[in-house]
């Protein structure tokens, strides 16, 4: 069985962790690596090009920190080898989809939510450029609206359009069972039968 790298984004939103949640309950196979990813990002306006190294160091920890709470929803699974990767990058995500590629990743798992760098690439670029900046399958998951509700999956690739509600979970669909067999009724209602009564014979 070919070992296969789960690139999972690291970022401050619970839908995230909801995202790596998911992946390690449906997709996450023995012997897969799992690398948590996290890109913090460096601002345009002037005042960070005078950012010192101090802040830098801060934001890389910071970053860090995050990552191993991230780690920590992996410790609860067996037999489950993880690597950290903590890195700056831009909010546009190139830097994310150089490092996918880079790592050769499999599959690549994001927390979707309102300021997600996904609907960015999807602005800047076609369906099917945008797949080939990953260079794999992109699962986005969005947070269920209640709890009951299991939490819904886009799929990303050349075959697929960029409309993250979407669903297409064809790869991951569970066989479906066949209906349960009714019973078989050894005696049946007795006022169902209808009796037949038979005329006596002449003599």
Known sequence: MDVRKIVVMVEDEEVARTALKWALHNIIRYGDIITLLHVYHSSSSSSSRTRTRSKSRLLRLNGYQLA????????????????????????????????????????????????????????????????????????????PPTPPLRPSVSVLDSA???????????????????????????????YAIIWRLRRARRS
């Open 68 to 143: 191993l709470s991230f780690q920590h929803i992996c410790n609860s699974h067996p037999n489950t080898k993880v690597e950290i990767i903590v890195t700056e990058g831009d909010q546009e995500g190139t830097k994310i989809a150089a490092t996918v590629r880079e790592l050769g990743a499999s599959v690549l798992v994001v927390g979707l939510h309102d300021h997600s760098f996904l609907y960015r690439l999807a602005m800047a670029h076609s369906p099917n450029s945008m797949a080939r900046h990953f260079n794999c399958r992109v699962l986005a998951i969005k947070q």
């Open 160 to 190: 697929t359009n960029m409309d993250f509600s979407q669903i297409d979970i064809s790869r991951l669909k569970v066989p479906q069972m066949p209906p349960p067999k009714t019973p078989y009724r050894i005696c049946p209602d007795p």
